[in-house]
């Protein structure tokens, strides 16, 4: 049941050594010989498999040809580690070590087919995918499981991923396995179930032919046997019948008992019945026929139908037959028929072996009732023979006409073996060259006859069913893709492990650039402030000077305020740079909010007094009196914010309004919102506003600059919008904790012991 004897090994064998070669290189190479060679002896001896030099040899080459081959495919992959560092590498290794590679091997079975079968027609498409198939699943399963095996530092997998991996393709190589070698055994199941049936329906058709032979050579002798006398025409009619029915009898004779003194008689009187000269004959050791010697009886053949063409026998003693072909005395003490050796017939032209089937004719003899044993037979006499049936049976167009209806599927030949040397009935040699065969005994009442049924062509050029078919492509795509995917997922992992140390390699050169550039920009600005506060600490001198000289009008007051701004925008952008930096560390503890905005609120209002701009604080009676927060932050924060705000609203009259809004547990965001106290003066700063909305605000002022950083260093941002009333809403948001009772009772605490230690 073995569909592929000898080339079934090279497909597989090409894709394990493809494997060893390609991990391991030249040092493999005595190994693939050696266990090139030592397969077939262990084949021969052990598996009884006949293996041809030349087919060994080819094998040889193939499968060296087939892994260096692939190793060459496969090198930069494999040398340079990165068949696993992407998906596309990973794809085009596994093409390359499967597919392609194994059409070597593929290509090799073709021809090792063709010489192991000897068999150059047919289609071999299914041995070629066969084998390309074995060596395609048995490489991309094998090659990267045992080249991730090999990886150590070089592959970013961890022992784990890698054991996933190996288990999964372990699983997949084994189920896939499973199922091609589960279909091909049902294959070869159902082909033996096909070739079982085709041969017990040929001996089943061959038995049938020989019962029906001989249920009418028993007829015809019943009816001799019945009747007185049976004339010619009656005999004529008689056997009409029989051979008008479609059967194997080429002739029916009659040979009835002529003692030796009423010879002359009998001769005379069949040549006048027959009109013809009538004479007893006998063979001679040529097989010829003369004039039959004297002897005690004779059974010449008397009647034949149909007589024409068998002239040449009429009056043959059956005596005469040679007795290892049949013998007329076993005839004679045999109840059944028997049939002889295959012979070559005197009438025919000894192309189409013949079978006689004799039986011998009694005359009728009732059995006396007085026998004290009531089934005991009388002995027969010679006295009471009347001839011999004999039937003249040729199988060979009965058979042919099988052989014609089943020679896509089989084949056949019928020996006689009954004695030593067996003589061919029907039928040539058989090639049996890896065919399913079978011999079959099948009994011809005294002799035995030699059924040998062997498949027509080898498992290679059979037709194969849309099922096996199916079996053979899906398995061998589905385990391809199969593996592909999970190599797939973890190339993917090392695309991602490549991507992440990419991307955090140039972070720390970004982060490195953005510290050395921001070191670089916060000594600049201080060697600046330092400078620029030389000259401005002058001026603040010579107008100390003019004031205590009495001198304090307009423009000494402006050159005052001039130079207080110029040191308010140095402080700024000194804390710009700070926070930039991250110099600024954020405080988080918990303070009045109320008594701080009640503060602000007064230091605000003095100054805006003295410039004449007023601000109207409204909070929310939703804030919480007491945060966890930098309350020097907010302070800088507000302060700036005010600043930006007065000029960015171009107006003396604003509304700041604090509002909160609370998160999960006890985070919460408080919200700045500057609007216009006067919605009159609304409009005249409405195209600013609108222009500044798509706009970083930071780069509107220092002072706003200053208030989105520190927003952004206390987890807040800041908003610019346009109100569908008309006039705009500036707002900043910062994140807070309420403080806990707790926490409200220990800063009262320590505020009262300050205040206590103060008084």
């Known amino acids: 049941m073995t569909p592929f004897s000898f080339v079934n090994y090279v497909g597989p064998a090409a894709g394990v050594a493809s494997c060893l070669i390609i991990i391991w290189g030249n040092a493999a190479f005595v190994a693939i010989l050696l266990m090139s060679i030592a397969f077939p002896i262990f084949s021969y001896h052990y598996l009884n498999l006949d293996v041809d030099v030349s087919l060994v040899l080819i094998s040889t080459l193939a499968i060296i040809l087939q892994s260096y081959w692939a ?38 079975v073709l021809i090792i087919s063709m010489l192991d079968n000897k068999v150059l027609t047919g289609s071999f498409v299914y041995t070629f995918l066969s084998s390309w198939s074995s060596s395609l699943l048995i490489a991309v399963f094998f090659v990267p499981t045992m080249l991730l095996r090999q990886e150590r530092d070089s592959m970013v997998f961890h022992v784990s991923k890698k054991l996933y991996i190996l288990f999964a393709s372990f699983i997949g190589a084994f189920a896939i396995l499973l199922i091609i070698k589960t279909s091909q055994d049902e294959q070869q199941l159902d082909r033996l ?30 009816f001799f046997q019945a009747s007185e006398v049976v004339d010619l025409y009656e005999f004529n009619i008689f056997s009409e019948k029989v051979l008008g029915e479609q059967t194997s009898i080429r002739a029916l004779e009659w040979a009835p008992i002529v003692e030796a003194s009423e010879r002359k008689s009998f001769e005379d009187n069949a040549s006048d019945l027959l009109q013809h000269h009538f004479v007893i ?3 001679n050791k040529g097989n010829n026929l003369q004039p039959a010697a004297e002897r005690e009886r004779y059974a010449p ?17 059956v005596y005469s037959n040679p007795v290892n072909t049949l013998s007329m005395t076993s005839v004679f003490h045999s109840d059944v028929l028997l049939a ?20 011998a004719v009694f005359e009728h003899r009732a059995q006396e009732n007085t026998q004290p044993i009531l089934n005991y037979k009388l002995p027969k006499k010679q006295d009471d023979l009347l001839g011999f049936v004999v039937a003249v049976v040729q199988f060979d167009d009965f058979l042919r006409q099988i052989d014609e209806e089943k020679q896509n599927i089989v084949k056949f030949t019928i020996q006689d073996v009954s004695s030593s040397e067996p003589y061919v009935l029907f039928g040539k040699a058989l090639d049996l060259e890896n065919r399913l065969r079978r011999r079959v005994e099948i009994p011809v009442l005294s002799r035995y006859w030699s059924l040998e049924v062997a498949e027509s062509e080898p498992w290679f050029v059979q037709d194969k069913s849309l099922k096996t078919w ?4 899906g398995g061998t795509f589905g385990g391809f893709f199969f593996q592909l995917m999970i190599l797939m997922m973890a190339a993917y992992s090392s695309e991602l492990t490549q991507q992440v140390d990419s991307k955090a390699r140039a972070l720390i050169l970004a982060k490195e650039h953005s510290e050395q550039s921001s070191s670089a920009k916060i000594r600049f600005l201080r060697t600046l402030n330092d400078e620029i506060r030389l000259p401005l600490n002058a001026i603040r001198a010579f107008v100390e000077q003019f004031k205590q000289k009495g001198i304090n009008n307009k423009q000494v007051l402006g050159i005052n305020h001039a130079s207080n701004n110029i040191e308010q925008l140095l402080n700024t952008m000194m804390d ?51 945060i966890n927060s930098d309350e020097l932050r907010i302070q800088k924060l507000l302060t700036a914010f005010i600043k930006s705000a007065q000029q960015l609203f171009k107006t003396d009259s604003l509304r700041l309004s604090i509002k909160v809004h609370t998160h999960h547990k006890r985070s919460a965001t408080l919200f700045f919102i500057f609007s216009h106290q006067d919605e009159a003066t609304a409009a005249d700063s409405d195209e600013i506003l609108r222009s500044l909305a798509k706009k970083d605000l930071a780069g509107y002022s220092t002072s706003m600059a200053m208030v989105k950083e520190v927003s952004q260093l206390l987890q807040g941002n800041v908003n610019l919008g346009m109100l ?17 009772d707790e926490e409200q009772r220990i800063h009262q605490a320590d505020s009262f012991d300050q205040n206590s230690a103060d008084e």
């Open 71 to 108: 190793k060459q495919l496969t090198y930069q992959y494999v040398f340079y580690k990165k068949w696993l560092k992407s998906r596309r590498w990973l794809f085009a290794f596994l093409i390359k070590v499967g597919p392609i590679a194994g059409l070597v091997s593929a290509s090799a």
């Open 193 to 222: 179930m096909l070739f079982e049936q085709e041969k017990a329906e040929i001996a089943r058709v061959i038995q049938q032919e020989i019962q029906e032979v001989e249920k009418q050579v028993n007829s015809l002798s019943a």
């Open 281 to 283: 004959k006998e063979r």
């Open 301 to 317: 053949l008397y009647y034949i139908y149909p007589s024409e063409g068998n002239e040449v026998v009429l009056g043959l003693d």
């Open 340 to 359: 002889s050796a295959p012979i070559s017939l005197i009438q025919d032209d000894h192309t189409k072996p013949g079978v006689l089937f004799s039986k």
């Open 470 to 473: 199916s079996i053979l492509l």
């Open 576 to 626: 710009l740079s700070e926070i930039e930096s991250g110099g600024i560390s954020v405080k988080s503890e918990p303070f009045d909010f109320y008594g701080f905005i009640n503060r602000l609120e007064l230091m605000v209002k003095a100054n805006n007094l003295m410039a004449g701009k007023s601000i109207f604080f409204l909070i929310d009676k939703e804030v919480p009196h007491y």
């Open 724 to 740: 569908n009333s008309g006039g705009g809403m500036l707002s900043a948001s910062i994140r807070v904790t309420i403080s806990s």
